[in-house]
């Protein structure tokens, strides 16, 4: 990315993710093909899925070449808690 060249974002590819859908990740984002590229876009993207808690790392990285974005994930652990009641 070069500062002052209004590049426009070409695709986004998601990759990591076994749980969690990637239409859910793409929602996150705020992010679409077409829209501006930009580091703060980008970073601010990556923020947004961080704070959801569903991920321990994200990366949003740009192609400089192709203007593509990959988003590569790892989930976490998901932890789920089962509460019974009884008399």
Do not use: C, H, W
């Amino acid at each position: 990315i070069e500062p002052g060249v209004r590049d426009t974002i070409s695709e986004i590819t998601v990759v990591g993710n076994e749980q969690v859908d990637a239409a859910v990740i793409r929602s996150a984002l705020a992010l679409e093909p077409g829209m501006p590229l930009s580091v703060r876009s980008l970073a601010q993207a990556r923020n947004r899925l961080l704070k959801r808690g569903l991920f321990s790392e994200v990366s949003v990285t740009p192609d400089p070449t192709t203007r593509a974005v990959t988003v590569a994930v790892r989930e976490r652990l998901l932890r789920t808690v089962g509460v019974t009641t009884g008399y």
